[in-house]
């Protein structure tokens, strides 16, 4: 039986036991970590998730960034924290792809969590530097074909990694990769010029879009994004890459362990949180589309995303590290 759902049969029937049981939780900070730098999509979200879970919650909750290894660093501590629900893991897609593309992880990516929730997913964008001479993806895979091409990402293994080696994939053309602590990173990065293009999360993307020193050409998602900065941005389907998709989630984890009724307890706050008409204009505005799966839900997803990815990996010709 998958370790997921041990959990969860175990969270169900501590959960069924009454809620006096979770009498009690929270009474002192939460911490949430965010396993990259700040100013990336993940730090972004996570940050406007805490200030909502403090307010329903009655608890100060802190952003605890640790960034390194894509992801890993942030990721280990919270698996070897203590599972009483006051250390969170706030996480992205690039959870189920590391373990397709490092050979040693020091964590369990299923067995060492407990799925709180998902929260929201979204598309990532094409972005070039604002002075550069990249008007369409064709112009970039134009180029592409008489020189090597740089593109960072927020670590190897990240969503915005493996978005940019299909992009490449789809165009045939190969790709320097230069991996970043985060998008933040190597937003900056792209914006100083270091680096030809990025593939990155969308509320990662925005600020250097909407301050004019990147450029938006394509979405990765099969329709337009709808806001103001990115809604003339054709998807890159529309730009001649026929069936590209590509969509990356974000959520909650909790250490193995952790007592099924405070994974309860965090899970309600979280949607009740993800249900205020504020929070979901905000994660809309900053390109991401607020989406809850509770526990159950998550670890099946993450199941399959494992599977997913593990796929795309192999047809990439990524090696493990």
Known sequence: MNKFVKSLLLGTALACAGPAQAAGFPTESITIVVPYSPGGGTDIMARLVGQALAKDLGVSVLIDN???????????HVAKSKPDGYTLLFTSSGHVINPSLFKHLPFDPVGDFAPVAELASGPSVLVVNTQSGYRTPADLVAAGKNKELTFGSAGLGQPTHLAAEKFAAAGGIKLLHIPYKGSGAAEIALAGGETDFLVDSIPAALPFIRSGKTRALAVTGVQRFPIPALQQVPTLVEAGFAGFDFVTWWGVLAPAGTP???IDVLSRALDKAMQ??????????????????????????????????????????????
């Open 66 to 76: 640790r960034p390194g290894a894509s992801g890993n660093i942030g990721t280990n």
């Open 260 to 262: 099924g009724d405070r």
């Open 276 to 321: 205020s008409a504020e929070l979901q204009q905000r994660f809309i505005e900053i390109g991401a589309t607020p989406g809850v799966k509770p526990p159950a839900a998550f670890a099946s997803y993450i199941d399959a995303e494992l599977a997913a990815y593990r796929k795309l990996i192999t047809a990439l010709g990524i090696p493990a590290q």
